[in-house]
């Protein structure tokens, strides 16, 4: 059984950067053909996939969110990291990390193990 759990701050400050982990049990983020990405849903709003980092090393990222978005992860530990700069009031969402089933050429097929999900509220 494959777990994720996230974890980090729950309050960040205006222009501070969130920082969060999620560490992964149950399965290796090595493993052809998993990708492990970032999800967030703001009140009121729907799911947002923020990016991910893949089997092999290779990190994509949404385009409204790239200049400020940054994955990686930690194979000794089984670990991948979001970082998201510049922070403000509008980032202050729930948290996901999430695995991905996506097919050798890294075409997505489903989202099959979620974490909870962290709050990380934006405020002074």
């Known amino acids: 059984q494959v777990q994720l759990q996230e974890s980090g701050p729950g309050l960040v400050k205006p222009s501070q950067t969130l920082s969060l982990s999620c560490t992964v049990s149950?399965?290796?983020?090595?493993?052809?053909?998993?990708?492990f990405s970032w999800m967030r849903q703001a009140p009121g709003k729907g799911l947002e996939w923020m990016g991910a980092?893949?089997?092999?090393?290779?990190?994509s990222y949404s385009p409204s969110l790239k200049s400020r978005t940054s994955i990686s992860r930690d194979t000794s530990k089984n670990q991948f990291t979001l970082q998201l700069t510049s922070v403000t009031p509008e980032d202050t969402a729930v948290y996901y990390c999430?695995?991905?089933?996506?097919?050798?050429?890294?075409?997505?097929?489903?989202?099959?193990?979620w974490g909870k999900g962290t709050l990380v509220t934006v405020s002074s």
């Open positions: 999430v695995r991905e089933g996506r097919t050798s050429d890294g075409d997505y097929i489903a989202s099959d193990y």
């Open positions: 149950g399965g290796r983020l090595t493993t052809p053909y998993y990708y």
């Open positions: 980092i893949g089997y092999s090393g290779t990190t």
